[in-house]
């Protein structure tokens, strides 16, 4: 059976998955705690690209503040 990779099967990508991320606890505790952070990251900048750009010219930042006069 041929993968979408060529030779590389998704049971042969599973397997190396598996064999690298999952041998021991101490690594998939680790990778379950990156795979969070990354996430949240990820899921964090979408919303705030999604934020901004529904509320263009309305943000602090789009204000532009006038010289004072002397």
Known sequence: REGFLGDIT???MFEAF?????SRSSV????VIA???VGEKVV???FDAMWESRN???LF???T???PEE
């Open 61 to 63: 930042k789009d204000m």
């Open 56 to 58: 263009k010219g309305k």
């Open 65 to 67: 503040i006038p010289e």
């Open 35 to 37: 795979g969070a952070l």
């Open 44 to 46: 964090n900048n979408g």
């Open 18 to 22: 598996y064999k690298t991320a999952m």
């Open 28 to 31: 998939y505790v680790a990778v």
């Open 10 to 12: 998704s049971d042969t």
